[in-house]
């Protein structure tokens, strides 16, 4: 194979990249080690940033979050719920803080409204009583895996490639120059070479170890964050705690459900990131003084990401470096057509795929300039089935006798299921139900995939697109995915639903789950 530009990574950077490549008329091939939003792009709040929460330590970051935040409500709107953002102080927090945080958002030319905490309470009754300020500001809820799924539809269309599951494990360099990528097929073990002209390193938090492959070692920090899904949502707008960022002080809405989180724990290996129960007994503590409706909730999941952090080595925990991103050239480790873009944050990967895109572009002799800024985001079909209430909605309006109710906790119909299939089998892949449980709700509630994994099997089944063991091992698989994130919530009403899960699968289908 070759290419024009290899982009690897396929976070919300990556995907975004690939779009302003083939916008611009570039031959580009996209790999991803594992699957898209693997990382960090897929493990976040979902949350759309006014910038506000770095308006005191980080003015620029703030700034690019207001911007850029801007842009994809105008550009890329199917994908953002604009729910509007509330800053809450509760007794005890820092007064003077309070006092000048409308001062920074001024300064970051962020709108920024003070609100009657009585007034805030009767449009969010979860806010807690104890509240003493309340702001408002122009905070959303962005789904990262639309963003992702419909940025990667347009430019395939346009002509892009993308490899899943395709890592890249060496460079042939000459000199100066990187000539060849060797790409491993993490399912079947095969390699492939690929011709390049540039190379985009767009790894996230895996960034390091691609650039020492290439001979160019990056500076970086790992900050793990943890965060915890709420049975139901608890609140439409999205709500901080108004002080300097710390752990569990923001409460997501995410369709049906709410996420609260996060923590800031540096570490240092990408192996093995879990979230663990001392991180979840912290962050119902600390999020309860905002929010006291979370000391007690149904919590049916945890999930973990890493923060690829770049930049001088802050406090113990990361949260003194900059949410700024970088853009390495490499030319001080010798390369003329190798290019690293990590850190950031997912409100402003259009402007990190736009400064990356402009380095190559002016490498290759490109001219055209970029255009994601002005030209709306397609809807794509391959990206609407991640939205909450999407699916429940297309299969009222049409139910069918032969489109059964895969998931009943998320309402997905097998309809959704071989349309998913269909298209990842057009692209050339051999589709998972992980696959699947990524670009739906599959999965996605309170049972956890206890029921709709088998039906889903079971559907693949009945068209003849699993056959032999196929399905059992594609729903252990997609359990241990799952599982991953149950075990540190499991009290209460979900410890149940964990038992009445093992009492389906290790006790009647003797399916192991460890």
Same mark, same amino acid.
């Given at each position: 194979?070759?290419?024009?530009?290899?982009?690897? *990574?396929?976070?919300?950077?990556?995907?975004?990249?690939?779009?302003?490549?083939?916008?611009?008329?570039?031959?580009?091939?996209?790999?991803?080690?594992?699957?898209?939003? =693997?990382?960090?792009?897929?493990?976040?709040?979902?949350?759309?940033?006014? *910038?506000?929460?770095?308006?005191?330590?980080?003015? &620029?970051?703030?700034?690019?979050?207001?911007?850029?935040?801007?842009?994809?409500? /105008?550009?890329?709107?199917?994908?953002?719920?604009?729910?509007?953002?509330?800053?809450?102080?509760? @007794?005890?927090?820092?007064?003077?803080?309070?006092?000048?945080?409308?001062?920074?958002c001024q300064k970051a030319g962020i709108r920024c409204q003070a609100v009657d905490p009585a007034e805030a309470r009767a449009h969010e009754p979860s806010v807690s009583p104890n509240a003493i300020a309340v702001f408002e500001v122009p905070d959303a809820s962005i789904d990262p895996f639309r963003l992702s799924l419909e940025s990667v539809a347009q430019a395939r269309r346009l002509g892009a490639r993308l490899l899943r599951r395709s890592q890249v494990v060496n460079f042939q360099r000459v000199g100066g120059r990187v000539r060849a990528a060797t790409v491993r097929d993490r399912v079947t073990g095969a390699e492939r070479t690929i011709q390049v002209e540039q190379v985009v390193n767009a790894a996230g938090a895996w960034a390091r170890e691609v650039a020492l492959l290439a001979g160019a070692p990056i500076e970086m920090l790992y900050s793990k964050g943890t965060l915890l899904v709420?049975?139901?949502?608890?609140?439409?707008?999205?709500?901080?705690?108004?002080?300097?960022?710390?752990?569990?002080?923001?409460?997501?809405?995410?369709?049906?459900?709410?996420?609260?989180?996060?923590?800031?724990?540096?570490?240092?290996?990408?192996?093995?990131?879990?979230?663990?129960?001392?991180?979840?007994?912290?962050?119902?503590?600390?999020?309860?003084?905002?929010?006291?409706?979370?000391?007690?909730?149904?919590?049916?999941?945890?999930?973990?990401?890493?923060?690829?952090?770049?930049?001088?080595?802050?406090?113990?925990?990361? /949260?003194?470096?900059?949410?700024?991103?970088?853009?390495?050239?490499?030319? &001080?480790?010798?390369?003329?057509?190798?290019?690293?873009?990590?850190?950031?944050?997912?409100?402003?990967?259009?402007?990190?795929?736009?400064?990356?895109?402009?380095?190559?572009?002016?490498?290759?002799?490109?001219?055209?300039?970029?255009?994601?800024?002005?030209?709306?985001?397609?809807?794509?079909?391959?990206?609407?089935?991640?939205?909450?209430?999407?699916?429940?909605?297309?299969?009222?309006?049409?139910?069918?006798?032969?489109?059964?109710?895969?998931?009943?906790?998320?309402?997905?119909?097998?309809?959704?299921?071989?349309?998913?299939?269909?298209?990842?089998?057009?692209?050339?892949?051999?589709?998972?139900?992980?696959?699947?449980?990524?670009?739906?709700?599959?999965?996605?509630?309170?049972?956890?995939?206890?029921?709709?994994?088998?039906?889903? =099997?079971?559907?693949?089944? @009945?068209?003849?697109?699993?056959?032999?063991? /196929?399905?059992?091992?594609?729903?252990?698989?997609?359990?241990?995915? /799952?599982?991953?994130?149950?075990?540190?919530?499991?009290?209460?009403?979900?410890?149940?639903?964990?038992?009445?899960?093992?009492?389906?699968?290790?006790?009647?289908?003797?399916? &192991?789950?460890?």
């Open positions: 194979m070759e290419t024009q530009v290899l982009i690897i *990574g396929g976070g919300v950077t990556g995907t975004a990249l690939m779009r302003d490549l083939a916008l611009r008329g570039v031959d580009c091939i996209l790999v991803e080690q594992d699957d898209l939003n =693997a990382g960090a792009s897929g493990r976040n709040h979902g949350l759309l940033h006014s *910038g506000a929460r770095y308006v005191s330590n980080d003015q &620029e970051a703030a700034v690019e979050c207001r911007i850029e935040g801007d842009i994809l409500k /105008r550009l890329a709107g199917q994908t953002i719920q604009d729910t509007g953002g509330y800053f809450v102080a509760v @007794q005890g927090d820092d007064e003077r803080f309070v006092a000048d945080f409308p001062g920074y709420t049975h139901g949502r608890l609140a439409h707008r999205v709500i901080n705690r108004l002080r300097k960022p710390s752990n569990a002080d923001i409460l997501m809405p995410g369709g049906t459900v709410s996420i609260i989180g996060t923590t800031s724990i540096r570490v240092e290996s990408l192996d093995d990131i879990y979230p663990s129960v001392a991180e979840v007994d912290q962050i119902v503590e600390d999020a309860a003084a905002m929010v006291p409706a979370l000391g007690t909730v149904r919590y049916i999941r945890a999930y973990a990401g890493v923060r690829p952090l770049v930049g001088a080595p802050g406090g113990s925990d990361g /949260r003194s470096v900059s949410r700024g991103f970088a853009l390495f050239d490499h030319h &001080e480790h010798g390369l003329e057509n190798f290019a690293a873009i990590t850190g950031g944050k997912l409100t402003t990967c259009r402007l990190m795929a736009e400064r990356a895109a402009d380095l190559v572009c002016a490498r290759l002799g490109v001219t055209t300039p970029c255009v994601t800024a002005t030209v709306p985001l397609p809807s794509a079909d391959e990206g609407r089935w991640t939205e909450p209430g999407h699916a429940p909605r297309a299969w009222m309006r049409a139910p069918a006798a032969d489109d059964p109710l895969i998931c009943e906790c998320e309402m997905v119909s097998g309809s959704v299921i071989r349309n998913l299939y269909a298209h990842l089998v057009a692209a050339g892949d051999t589709p998972t139900l992980t696959d699947i449980g990524l670009r739906s709700r599959v999965g996605k509630g309170a049972c956890q995939g206890a029921f709709c994994a088998v039906r889903a =099997a079971a559907h693949l089944y @009945q068209y003849g697109d699993f056959q032999g063991r /196929r399905g059992l091992d594609e729903i252990i698989d997609f359990f241990r995915e /799952r599982w991953g994130g149950q075990h540190p919530v499991l009290w209460g009403e979900q410890l149940a639903q964990a038992e009445l899960m093992e009492a389906l699968h290790c006790g009647l289908f003797g399916e &192991e789950l460890r």
